[in-house]
């Protein structure tokens, strides 16, 4: 569990307060919606697994992960619920939204201390893989950029990706207008389909790159 406990309780001070906000509002709607709608475990369809907290998609993590991040944060009856659906998507992950789980409970104090000290430095490690000059850009743009690998994933290839390639040189010239350009582009993905949520996004998180250079 080591490489998973390293990446626990850093600061999230990595980002700013502006992109942590945004992030949270777009994963769950901020906290009154959370506390509504995403205090229990959900299947959000797809390829999803079951998902807990502030976007944590139980069936993309394994299990010393999932034990290493949550143990501390939730009791033993509610690890030992979720435990069977670690490393479940899809509609094995459904078929498993029943039972003991249907009681599991985590409270947006407790989701918001998980996404604060594990998730942010998780999905920074993420973006600096492929934006290894990550750390020489201002926060709200590094938040910018990790806000959307938390939500796209760090893969480059394919064409719907070919924005956040051009972001590679980008990044290494500190050039936020075209940083912020790139992202605004990608929502080409996603219009006309019914996914104005994601559009939405994507023109918020290069928003918060201009707005930071003003």
Same mark, same amino acid.
């Given at each position: 569990?080591?490489?998973?406990?390293?990446?626990?309780?850093?600061?999230?001070?990595?980002?700013?307060?502006?992109?942590?906000?945004?992030?949270?509002?777009?994963?769950?709607?901020?906290?009154?919606?959370?506390?509504?709608?995403?205090?229990?475990?959900?299947?959000? $369809?797809?390829?999803?697994?079951?998902?807990?907290?502030? +976007?944590?998609? #139980?069936?993309?993590?394994?299990? @010393? !992960?999932?034990? %290493?991040?949550?143990?501390?944060?939730?009791?033993?009856?509610?690890?030992?619920?979720?435990?069977?659906?670690?490393?479940?998507?899809?509609?094995?992950?459904?078929?498993?939204?029943?039972?003991?789980?249907?009681?599991?409970?985590?409270?947006?104090?407790?989701?918001?201390?998980?996404?604060?000290?594990?998730?942010?430095?998780?999905?920074?490690?993420?973006?600096?893989?492929?934006?290894?000059?990550?750390?020489?850009?201002?926060?709200?743009?590094? $938040?910018?950029?990790?806000?959307?690998?938390?939500?796209? +994933?760090?893969? #480059?290839?394919?064409?719907?990706? @070919? !924005?956040?390639? %051009?972001?590679?040189?980008?990044?290494?010239?500190?050039?936020?207008?075209?940083?912020?350009?790139?992202?605004?582009?990608?929502?080409?993905?996603?219009?006309?389909?019914?996914?104005?949520?994601?559009?939405?996004?994507?023109?918020?998180?290069?928003?918060?790159?201009?707005?930071?250079?003003?």
């Amino acid at each position: 569990m080591g490489n998973w406990i390293s990446l626990l309780y850093k600061s999230s001070i990595m980002i700013s307060k502006s992109a942590i906000d945004l992030i949270i509002k777009h994963e769950v709607g901020g906290r009154d919606v959370y506390t509504r709608r995403y205090q229990k475990p959900i299947w959000a $369809g797809g390829d999803s697994g079951i998902t807990i907290g502030i +976007g944590a998609d #139980l069936g993309y993590m394994k299990e @010393k !992960e999932f034990l %290493a991040v949550w143990s501390p944060n939730l009791n033993l009856n509610f690890i030992n619920a979720l435990r069977p659906v670690v490393g479940l998507k899809g509609q094995q992950a459904k078929l498993m939204l029943r039972g003991e789980i249907l009681n599991v409970k985590v409270p947006f104090n407790v989701a918001y201390e998980v996404f604060i000290n594990y998730d942010i430095p998780k999905y920074y490690k993420l973006t600096k893989a492929i934006y290894p000059e990550l750390d020489t850009l201002n926060e709200d743009t590094r $938040g910018a950029l990790v806000s959307m690998i938390y939500n796209r +994933g760090n893969k #480059l290839e394919g064409d719907r990706r @070919k !924005e956040m390639r %051009a972001i590679v040189d980008l990044v290494a010239k500190a050039d936020y207008e075209g940083i912020a350009d790139q992202i605004e582009r990608s929502k080409r993905l996603w219009e006309n389909i019914s996914m104005d949520g994601l559009v939405k996004r994507r023109e918020e998180e290069a928003d918060l790159i201009l707005n930071s250079i003003i």
